[in-house]
């Protein structure tokens, strides 16, 4: 599976950017996708995750500003980041897996796929 993530960019805290998980020649509804951020000098992080039925799943530092939604037609996992703060800035990454159980979403070593990694710089 390849996996292309874009939407990354620089914006003012309090803004909002859309990030975007596309694939092709696969039916994306039967994956897993998660977002993970890695900043620099940190470890990669769980951001949010869809699950195949259309669930989604936040990090606690991201319920409530980030939206996580797949648009099967468009092969496509959405990232709606608003109300970015500085701490937001990070590489962000999308990941997909067939046969991720719900109890690992939240760990990037059981995602099988990944994306190239999109840069998210939130200034102050």
């Known amino acids: 599976v390849q996996l292309q993530a874009s939407g990354g960019g620089l914006v003012q805290a309090g803004g909002s950017l859309r990030l975007s998980c596309a694939t092709s020649?696969?039916?994306?509804?039967?994956?897993?996708v998660g977002w993970f951020r890695q900043a620099p000098g940190k470890e990669r992080e769980f951001v949010a995750a869809?699950?195949?039925?259309?669930?989604?799943y936040y990090a606690d530092s991201t319920k409530g500003r980030f939206t996580i939604s797949r648009d099967s037609a468009k092969n496509t996992v959405y990232l709606q980041m608003n109300s970015l703060k500085p701490e937001d800035t990070a590489v962000y990454y999308c990941?997909?897996?067939?046969?991720?159980?719900?109890?690992?979403?939240?760990?990037?070593?059981?995602?099988?796929?990944w994306g190239q990694g999109t840069l998210v710089t939130v200034s102050s």
């Open positions: 020649g696969r039916t994306f509804s039967r994956y897993v």
């Open positions: 869809i699950w195949r039925s259309g669930a989604a």
């Open positions: 990941a997909a897996d067939q046969s991720i159980t719900l109890s690992s979403i939240t760990s990037s070593q059981y995602y099988d796929w």
